[in-house]
C-alpha cells in the first residue's frame, strides 16, 4: 500500500506545474485575444483623424451607414469637438451618437492616444480607440467595436484552460500511484 503523504508530497510539484502552465497559457491567449480586438480600430481611428487634418468635413469623413452599438458586430466611428461632444459618427446607442468617459478625452489630450474597454451599458462591452486630432482647433475621432465574440473566445480559452488543470493535475496524480503500485514503492 502506497504512503499516502509521500505520494502527495512528491506530487505537489507536479500539481503546481499543472495548475501554472494552463494559466499562464491562459493569460497569455487573452491578452492575445484582446489586443487583437483593437485592430480594425487602430485603422479607422488613424485614417478618420488624417482625412479629418486633410479638411475632409466630419459627416463626410465618418464611415457610411448606421450601426446600433448595443446589437451589431460593426465597427463605427465617432467624431467629438474639443471639449468631448459628439459632432459626427455612424454609431448609435440609444438612438444617440455615444460618448466615452471624460477621463478617456483628458488622457488623451495628454498622450495623443488611448485603446480602452469601454461599457457604455451593463450589457455593452466594446474595445475602442481614442485619437487627437489637430483638425478644427483640436478634437477626437473613436474607433469601436463590440467585443462579444471576443468574449466568447476569451470564455473557450478558460474552460480549455481549466479541463487542461485538470487532466494534468489528476493525471500526474494517478500517474505518480500507478508507479509506485507498479514498482512496488512504499513512498
Not at 24 to 53: G, H, K, M, T
Not at 82 to 107: C, E, H, I, K, Y
Amino acid at each position: 500500500m502506497p504512503d499516502i503523504p509521500s505520494l502527495f508530497r512528491r506530487w505537489l510539484p507536479f500539481a503546481f506545474l499543472g495548475v501554472t502552465v494552463p494559466l499562464l497559457v491562459y493569460v497569455a491567449v487573452q491578452q492575445s485575444q484582446r489586443n487583437d480586438a483593437n485592430d480594425p480600430q487602430l485603422q479607422i481611428a488613424e485614417d478618420l483623424a488624417r482625412a479629418l487634418e486633410r479638411g475632409v468635413s466630419a459627416a463626410q469623413a465618418v464611415p457610411a451607414g448606421a450601426v446600433d452599438v448595443a446589437e451589431s458586430l460593426a465597427p463605427f466611428a465617432v467624431v467629438y469637438d474639443a471639449r468631448g461632444t459628439p459632432v459626427a459618427g455612424n454609431g448609435t446607442l440609444r438612438g444617440r451618437l455615444p460618448a466615452p468617459p471624460d477621463g478617456v478625452f483628458s488622457f488623451v489630450r495628454e498622450h495623443g492616444e488611448e485603446r480602452v474597454t469601454w461599457m457604455p451599458e451593463r450589457t455593452v462591452r466594446l474595445a475602442a480607440v481614442v485619437r487627437r486630432t489637430t483638425a478644427n482647433g483640436g478634437g477626437f475621432v473613436l474607433a469601436a467595436r463590440s467585443l462579444r465574440e471576443v468574449e466568447q473566445r476569451e470564455h473557450y480559452t478558460m474552460v480549455v484552460c481549466a479541463g487542461m488543470i485538470v487532466v494534468l493535475t489528476l493525471g500526474s496524480l494517478a500517474l505518480l500511484a500507478m508507479g509506485d503500485a507498479v514498482l512496488g514503492m512504499p513512498g
